[in-house]
């Protein structure tokens, strides 16, 4: 016994040509696939991008993990952005926002623990906060941080945060130089530089009425030791290129 089979030729194939495609991996940025857990459990600062691509075009989760303790401070600042964010809460307890939830921020958003009381033992809130990097120029961000007292603005930086490949990108911004393999993320150079200007003298005393604002500490935040790392990774490899150099006379 034998089946008939529809010559392909015969076939009416669906319409695909209207459909939207993702273009195939070009190999700079290599499909890959990571658990937002396990990423962050060996995390070292609040926005660290999960992934290792920010250039231009990209979608960048970076990943937060605050948690409350007897002798956690988080203060208090602004974030403003240019460019969308997105919140995901992956687990919360006695967070301000519930596990499993998503919330789209305004482009300027008050920033603090996410917590209701980031003294207390027991609470935490694990995230992602993602960002597409824009295409094209004029992408920026600011922080600043308002007095405790009157409510005044104390401090503001705002500065360009063009990704790599964006027509307005400077390869020398957030501390970067030409060539390096590891580049700084905009955010962590700004937040540490932030951290500077709003823990000086001038910075945090107010110049409505005076008032001196208490110290930002930035150790639950870990810009800094982001910022260092990386830099300091850019250098290791340097290091590494030139004593290869010397082996090879
Ligand atoms: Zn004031």
Redesign the pocket.
Known sequence: MTTAVDSPTTVALPEITRSRHVPPPSGPREPLKVSVYERMSKSNAQLMPIFPYDGAGAIVPCGAVLYGGPDRTHGHFFHWNTVSELLVAWGCNEGMIATGSLMATQPFHGVNSFLRDEKKEGAFMLATITQRQSSEAGQREALSAK?E??K?ELVKLEYASAPEGAPDYDPTAFGGQEGDPFLQFSTMWGSQEFVKIRNSEEGRT?Q??G?ENYIFDQMPWGWNVFYDKTRIANEAYRSLEAAAKGAQG
């Open positions: 007095c007292k009157c005044q107010c409505e009425c008032h």
